[in-house]
């Protein structure tokens, strides 16, 4: 009898905490949707942002995006941090001691399996369509590195076993080989005279699409080992705790 | 035409308002992963409605896409590290129904 009216108060206590949390969430979104619709609706005072500059300026950086000449150009060092933001991200994570418990070699589904030799050459194709269309039109090396990502994410669901069979030493280089080229193009640029990540007149564009290829390499190396989990290497005796099969 | 946006818009907004509410308070793990992917991709038409391609093709990308895969996998761990519990229930069922 005195086990059911615990119960009950615990119900009863639960119950009060979600409503609680509940309130407090309906608060927070509406003060959300409050801002942002009184920003959407508010007339735009006397700026028109930045974007006449950029424009003004667009001939000098080499491509005819926008977005790619203040991603790479204006304001690279903001770019170059990043990359290595990332790479420290995935370093991390190997870092990490690897989650104890089973490992699924693959899901073993033939529909998975044709749908993997499908997709795969495509979104190569996309990635490299998106990273070098980014100096044109939308696209850019993260977003290009994230579609190869996703590939790379696909094989590893059809067969968890390909994250081992790539060579420890490629997987590394790959990884660190676009914040190093960024950052050896910046520092290059100091020698002719100019400033940290000054591309030289006429050297613009070539410049950005090499640093975007080669880092849209490591970027999608690093998300994808995100979602590997843990080093290629890494001991397979700490995963055993579940029921092997 | 304006009047057909302006009416897109406003279905667009209060869906996610909708959208974020659910994933936020839902009891189903599972079913929050996958309302947050599609608040992903609705945020991606979002930016593109704000004219921003760019952002609409790392958001759909990146938020929608390797978010959720990211999110799932540890669903996946969470299932398995902590048995006995309310959310391991169904966790159990689905690796089951996979097996």
């Not at chain 1, 500059?53 to 770019?79: H, I, M």
């Not at chain 2, 035409?1 to 907004?13: E, K, P």
Request: hydrophobic letters at 50%.
């Amino acid at each position: 009898m005195e086990k059911i009216e615990e119960s009950l108060m615990i119900e009863r206590k639960n119950q009060t905490h979600r409503i609680f949390f509940h309130s407090l969430l309906l608060i927070l979104l509406a003060f959300f949707a409050f801002i942002l619709g009184w920003a959407y609706l508010s007339p735009a005072p006397g700026s028109t942002g930045l974007g006449v500059l950029v424009d003004a300026q667009l001939r000098e950086s080499g491509v005819e995006n926008r977005v790619t000449a203040v991603l790479l150009n204006f304001r690279g060092y903001d770019t170059l941090l990043e990359c290595f933001v990332l790479f420290l991200g995935a370093v991390g994570v190997w870092s990490l001691t690897p989650s104890r418990l089973r490992w699924h070699e693959s899901l073993d589904s033939p529909i998975l399996a044709s749908l993997v030799q499908l997709l795969v050459p495509l979104m190569i194709i996309i990635a490299g369509y998106l990273t070098w269309f980014g100096t044109l039109r939308a696209g850019g090396a993260f977003q290009g590195g994230t579609v190869l990502a996703a590939a790379v994410v696909l094989l590893l669901l059809a067969s968890r076993s390909t994250w081992q069979k790539i060579p420890l030493t490629l997987l590394s280089y790959g990884l660190i080989i676009g914040p190093a080229f960024f950052l050896f193009i910046g520092i290059a640029c100091l020698i002719p005279g100019g400033n940290l990540l000054q591309y030289p007149t006429g050297y613009n564009n070539i410049l950005i699409l090499l640093i975007e290829l080669v880092a849209a390499i490591s970027i999608s190396l690093s998300l994808a080992a995100l979602f590997g989990g843990r080093r290629p290497d890494a001991p397979n005796n700490t995963l055993t705790t579940g029921t092997e099969r | 035409m304006t009047t057909a946006l302006t009416f897109f818009d406003i279905t667009l907004s209060l869906t996610l308002v909708w959208l974020a509410w659910h994933l936020l308070t839902g009891e189903d793990l599972f079913k929050d992963v996958v309302l947050f992917i599609s608040f992903g991709l609705l945020m991606a038409l979002v930016w593109v409605r704000l004219k921003a391609p760019d952002v609409a093709l790392t958001e759909a990308a990146i938020g929608a896409g390797l978010t959720g895969a990211l999110l799932l996998s540890a669903l996946r761990r969470i299932a398995s590290i902590t048995k006995g519990e309310r959310r391991v229930d169904y966790g159990e069922d689905r690796r089951k129904s996979h097996d």
